[in-house]
């Protein structure tokens, strides 16, 4: 497998594979660094891409048999995999279920308060700017995304969260909000893109209330490694939800 | 007119009026106060209070006469008017023809770019809080306004936008953005709120692009005073389309 360096992110470094059977796909390989802030906090832990890697793959699996589209190909290695190459579209999309982080201190709202319903939102990628908040109107009149994509984005997270929430629940995990990336392929179609992992989740224990994902090391809490192979090792016991 | 001081604000101050004949009306009072920043740069300069009474005098009435409801009811003194008593909705209404201040910074654009359309933007009203910029499924789902009012609100703040742009324009005077407040009267009816005064717009002169509002005290540019009395001279000068 010849592979060319495309792009290095926080948690994931971007190929392009060599060879005509693979055009339109691209490898992915998860990282051990762990970031936060903006990349202003930076850690890592042994292991780590392995099981984001493993975890995302869960998911994206299981939403595949559940009809949602996914970049998602195949497996490659311990911490990598193939995905459909995407023109990714700039806006980083975030459902919430419970208010934390963020929008709950914005806002002087308690961590833990409920929701009337899932709340989607979406930021402006872009690190230099800092990943601004973004309305509907701005993100199409400054040309990021039009409404229609925004619509139908809108309504694929809102449905990707009913399945997650549902799917966390039977792994005894309150799915508290989360954040996923979309892009288009060549036919312009709209797929899922980037992972979902606890690096992008908040996850929390329906029973203890503890936190199971990157609130660990973001406010230094501890055990960032045995969280994260607990959350895998709960989906994997889950493995008659997907139908393969 | 006995009156009590129902709310100081930082430009105004509202009283309830005693009587019955005022029933469901208050009295506002224009200050001669400046602020910007929310409120950590404070200035004033005398006769201010009456100058933007009488700007947005002549607003409330253009606009009334081109069927816009607003709280005005009459001209009381030199920097006072009687208004309809409202629930004000907490959200600031801004709208933009072109980019300039927080949202240029915010995006990294150039103050000056022109949109493709006009841009609605709701801010949380909250000082505390810094009046943060917020979604519509923001306010919907936070409580502050429900999704039904918001797009009366936009469609509204639209029309506004329209009739200013040209009234504005044949003072010789570009319309950048500007922000504005509703209320619900008893009636459960939406009107015109607060003031439209160069407190809070944005207008540089058609030709010469020299800026004739606040943005003069907030950067220190000079002659304050001497912009809003050239509004208010422009305005006046414009009698004829008032319908009165």
Chains 1, 2 share one sequence.
Not at 220 to 234: I, Q
Request: aromatic letters at 10%; a neutral charge; proline letters at 2%.
């Amino acid at each position: 497998l010849i592979k060319t360096l495309l792009y290095e992110g926080k948690a994931k470094k971007v190929y392009a594979i060599e060879g005509h059977e693979n055009n339109g796909k691209v490898f992915i390989e998860f990282k051990n660094s762990l970031t936060a802030f903006n990349a202003l906090k930076k850690g890592e832990f042994e292991g780590k891409g392995e099981i984001n890697r493993d975890i995302a793959t869960f998911i994206f699996k299981f939403l595949e048999s559940k009809k949602v589209k996914t970049h998602w190909v195949k497996d490659i290695g311990s911490n990598s995999m193939v995905t459909h190459q995407l023109q990714i579209i700039p806006l980083e999309v975030v459902v919430r279920n419970t208010l934390a982080g963020s929008t709950a201190k914005k806002f002087g709202r308690n961590e833990g308060s409920e929701l009337v319903r899932p709340l989607v939102e979406f930021y402006y990628k872009n690190d230099a700017l800092e990943d601004p908040l973004v309305t509907e109107d701005q993100a199409d009149i400054l040309g990021f995304c039009d409404l229609e994509t925004m619509s139908y984005l809108k309504t694929q997270a809102l449905k990707i969260n009913a399945l997650l929430v549902g799917l966390f629940q039977k792994a005894k995990l309150h799915l508290v909000d989360f954040k996923v990336e979309f892009g288009k392929n060549s036919n312009n179609e709209v797929l899922l893109a980037d992972e979902i992992s606890p690096d992008c989740c908040r996850l929390w224990d329906l029973e203890t209330k503890e936190k199971m994902d990157k609130d660990r090391f973001r406010r230094d809490l501890g055990h960032v490694k045995e969280v994260y192979v607990e959350v895998l090792n709960r989906l994997k016991k889950l493995k008659e939800e997907i139908n393969e």
